[in-house]
T-cell receptor
Framework: QKEVEQNSGPLSVPEGAIASLNCTYS??????FFWYRQYSGKSPELIMS????GDKEDGRFTAQLNKASQYVSLLIRDSQPSDSATYLC??????????FGKGTRLHILP | DAGITQSPRYKITETGRQVTLMCHQT?????MFWYRQDLGHGLRLIYY???????DKGEVSDGYVVSRSKTENFPLTLESATRSQTSVYFC??????????FGEGSWLTVV
């Protein structure tokens, strides 16, 4: 059973600080990794995608991928109250199925 | 407008009834997916489709049926609804080299 694991949280971070979200996956053959944000009652929306080892930055967001450790993370700099949401890690397997972790609830403290 | 739409958005049905949730996308994406989302379980894959007339089971396919006669449509049918199928259902689509883009969800309650 291919799995994607996330800490469910809640993760509480003061406004202006860095939020760090982590995800591990079970299939070494996976090539594509995604972070989604989901507000309560809404559908998931894509924040970042990452395909190669290392860091990828987009504004206040940085995705980090380490395929050897089967680990992907998301850093949110200068956290804002509007960042309070559930963050979902997703992995595309070689058969093109996209499997999600259970999500981490992030709460930014004003 | 281009995008992915689901219908109905909200549905209440009785145990044992057949229910079909519709999904339509205008991007001509090859891949389409159905997920259900429940508290404590996250998004779980029900079925996915790589192209018209090609479908495959996901993690939680029992009690569900799908079809894909046209690239743009991917209906999900609950053949005999049960209370355990009360959930939020999300349809998504993607191209081979892209991630999945989601519809707004269908809230289904089985009473």
């Amino acid at each position: 059973q291919k799995e994607v694991e996330q800490n469910s949280g809640p993760l509480s971070v003061p406004e202006g600080a860095i939020a760090s979200l982590n995800c591990t996956y079970s299939d070494r053959g996976s090539q594509s990794f995604f972070w989604y944000r989901q507000y309560s009652g809404k559908s998931p929306e894509l924040i970042m995608s990452i395909y190669s080892n290392g860091d990828k930055e987009d504004g206040r967001f940085t995705a980090q991928l380490n395929k050897a450790s089967q680990y992907v993370s998301l850093l949110i700099r200068d956290s804002q109250p509007s960042d309070s949401a559930t963050y979902l890690c997703a992995v595309k397997w070689l058969n093109d199925k996209i499997i999600f972790g259970k999500g981490t609830r992030l709460h930014i403290l004003p | 407008d281009a995008g992915i739409t689901q219908s109905p958005r909200y549905k209440i049905t009785e145990t044992g009834r057949q229910v079909t949730l519709m999904c339509h996308q205008t991007w001509s994406h090859s891949y389409m997916f159905w997920y259900r989302q429940d508290l404590g379980h996250g998004l779980r894959l029900i079925y996915y489709s790589a192209a018209a007339d090609i479908t495959d089971k996901g993690e939680v396919s029992d009690g569900y049926v799908v079809s894909r006669s046209k690239t743009e449509n991917f209906p999900l049918t609950l053949e005999s609804a049960t209370r355990s199928q009360t959930s939020v259902y999300f349809c998504a689509s993607s191209d081979r080299d892209s991630t999945a883009y989601f519809g707004e969800g269908s809230w289904l309650t089985v009473v």
